[in-house]
């Protein structure tokens, strides 16, 4: 009896079956086989819920979204301009995604929805596109105080009633605190001519401040402190409102008269090793979805003008925001240099006490 070329055939089959699942259809991948898409961005819970979100949908790709603060995001990615370690770039200031698109660093993408986005909120060229608005504001702790006690102006954290109750992150590492404070240069040189001016107004408020803060963690924990003296924090509006509702955070906000709105991007990284997977990631991002899901639970107001407005939060159906009014151009041009000169002449003075 000629057994074996049966018995080898029948053993070649099941093995073949196994290869390919089986049943027809597509196997799940195995954790080694995954795809991989590399996320850099700022967003904290908002980024870990985007990840969570889309691995759910493209189970076959892992997303590793790595959060690190927006103000050295951009040195990051330019050490790694020769040999791409990420695909896509999520949130940070304005400032920073131009000078990226400028060096060269981004891959032009431009959907349709782009064309839904208001002035200065998107490049002419398709390197960069915003996702959010995000207004600058007055955080503060509502235990320690009224909100009709709030200065309702940059001018009122001057007030030398002031003195060692704020509160502000460390200004080099944090997109939103330079664009504060480059904002608040640029107001006072419009104002008189003079750059002088903006950093005599920044004198005075660090004659008030008493601590830089070297995470925002820490800044949140010094504001909420009960034993602790800081009563006010220059920040954003939505993290005030993130950190009170999704954190028991006793915070409250106040937008000054005039204020900086920044634009948080989105850009494809020119080289990055995973360019498929990296275009389903930002894609992901920027649908309607996941943005009315940011709005509602992560406070973040959409860049986008075309989502419907029954479906946003109430306050933000009505949002009327009046930016202050600046040349982002010139402040680009600037606001390096315009930090530097802070931290060399300003920083190195004495904090204040309480």
Not at 21 to 38: L, R, Y
Not at 94 to 105: N, P, S, V
Not at 129 to 139: C, K
Not at 335 to 349: C, H, N, P
Request: proline content about 8%; overall charge neutral.
């Amino acid at each position: 009896m000629r057994l074996r070329p049966l018995r080898s055939f029948i053993v070649f089959l099941a093995a073949a079956l196994a290869a390919t699942g089986c049943g027809g259809g597509k196997p799940d991948a195995k954790p080694s086989e995954k795809k991989v898409v590399v996320v850099y961005t700022p967003h904290g819970d908002l980024g870990i819920e985007i990840k969570k979100a889309f691995e759910a949908a493209h189970p076959e790709i892992t997303a590793q979204v790595i959060d690190m603060s927006g103000g050295n995001l951009l040195s990051k990615i330019r050490a790694e301009k020769d040999r791409p370690a990420c695909d896509v770039w999520w949130g940070g200031a304005t400032t920073d995604f131009k000078k990226a698109e400028k060096d060269g660093l981004f891959e032009p993408y431009a959907p349709d929805w782009a064309a839904h986005l208001p002035e200065g909120a998107k490049s002419p060229t398709g390197g960069w596109n915003g996702t959010y608005l995000s207004p600058e504001a007055i955080m503060f702790n509502e235990q320690k105080l009224k909100k009709e006690d709030v200065p309702d102006t940059w001018e009122g954290l001057l007030d030398p009633k002031w003195k060692g109750k704020i509160v502000i992150r460390d200004v080099r590492a944090s997109a939103t605190m330079k664009t504060i404070f480059g904002a608040i240069v640029y107001k006072e040189w419009k104002r008189t001519g003079k750059e002088d001016d903006g950093f005599a107004f920044l004198e005075k408020l660090h004659a008030n401040t008493g601590k830089y803060a070297p995470t925002p963690e820490v800044m949140f924990s010094d504001l909420a402190g009960a034993e602790s003296p800081y009563q006010l924090a220059p920040w954003n509006q939505f993290d005030a409102i993130g950190r009170k509702v999704n954190h028991g955070l006793p915070f409250g906000y106040v937008i000054p008269k005039e204020t900086p709105v920044i634009v948080e991007p989105i850009a494809l990284i020119k080289g990055g090793p995973h360019p498929a997977e990296a275009k389903l990631f930002y894609d992901f991002v920027t649908s309607q979805e996941q943005l009315l899901m940011a709005a509602k639970k992560y406070f973040r107001v959409p860049a986008r003008g075309d989502l419907p407005k029954d479906q946003l939060p109430e306050w933000m159906r009505s949002f009327d925001l009046v930016p202050m009014k600046i040349d982002w151009d010139e402040f680009d041009q600037r606001i390096e240099g315009w930090i530097a000169r802070w931290q060399d002449e300003i920083r190195v003075k004495p904090l204040a006490q309480p």
